[in-house]
């Protein structure tokens, strides 16, 4: 089911990077991964998608980076929707300046949605984020899941599960819950979602304010020096 979906859509120059440069170590390792479930039409899912390209397109996401002890970040992104429906969109990046968060902005922008519901199962976009650090070619003590999405789990395994087991091996997940059709969703993703040292989870009211609450979420999470708290950072506001 997941033959050619494993398969990442990479702009070749991304491929070169990644080779070259393996085994170079980094301050974290992002998976970011993007709801493409039914509920998710396709305007709603180009709105994901151009926040995340212009999170990294922003100087102050591209700040966040270069402030970390090594001046860069590994990070990849996944499209999920039902238990065994995943694809890889773009696959483990370097990002170390802003010319490769610029690439890495242009191959989100080229990458093609590639599933159409399915269900909503949370669970399985964090086991198979989960999957995904053991590839990195770039080493780093911190490894990150955001998971972002407008609805609870509703197919695979109970989310809380997947959490623990990956809180368990060492990672940290984050959410940035949608509340366009779950106003409660928050609640939920801080219940049964996020987890892990320093885990925390940043709404969104509508898509429309979809890029502003990932912009905030990015600079939070890469930023070495934040506190921990597990809980709930409002959404509203310019940073």
């Given amino acids: 089911m997941l033959t050619r979906r494993m398969l990442p859509a990479l702009v070749p120059s991304l491929l070169l990077t990644r080779t070259a440069r393996s085994q170079t170590p980094t ?23 151009d926040g995340y390209a212009a999170a990294f397109r922003d100087p102050a996401v591209q700040s966040a980076i ?7 970040i590994a ?15 773009v696959d483990w990046t370097l990002v170390d300046g802003p010319p490769a968060a610029e690439a890495f902005a242009t ?8 599933l159409f519901g399915g269900g ?9 984020s989960a999957n995904q650090f053991p590839r990195c070619p770039f080493p780093a003590d911190r490894r990150t899941i955001d998971i972002s999405g407008d609805g609870a789990n509703n197919r695979g395994r109970r989310a809380e599960l997947a959490r623990d087991q990956a809180v368990a ?13 779950e106003p409660w969703l928050d609640s939920y993703y ?12 940043i709404a969104a009211a509508t898509f429309e304010e979809f890029a502003r609450a990932i912009r905030r979420k990015l600079i ?20």
């Fill in 169 to 181: 091996a060492g990672l940290v997940i984050n959410g940035l819950p949608i509340l366009e059709l």
């Fill in 27 to 49: 301050s974290l390792q992002l998976v970011l991964a993007v709801d493409a479930s039914g509920s998710v039409n396709m305007p709603r899912f180009v709105l994901q998608k």
């Fill in 120 to 128: 909503t199962s949370i669970s399985g976009a964090i086991d198979f």
């Fill in 220 to 239: 939070t999470e890469i930023a070495e020096s934040r506190a921990p708290f597990g809980g709930t950072a409002p959404a509203a506001g310019p940073t």
């Fill in 66 to 72: 270069r402030n970390t002890s090594t001046g860069s």
């Fill in 190 to 201: 801080r219940d049964h979602v996020i987890g892990g040292d320093g885990s925390f989870l």
């Fill in 107 to 114: 191959a989100i922008d080229a990458a093609p949605r590639e």
């Fill in 75 to 89: 990070a990849m992104m996944l499209q999920w929707t039902g238990p065994a429906m995943q694809t890889i969109a």
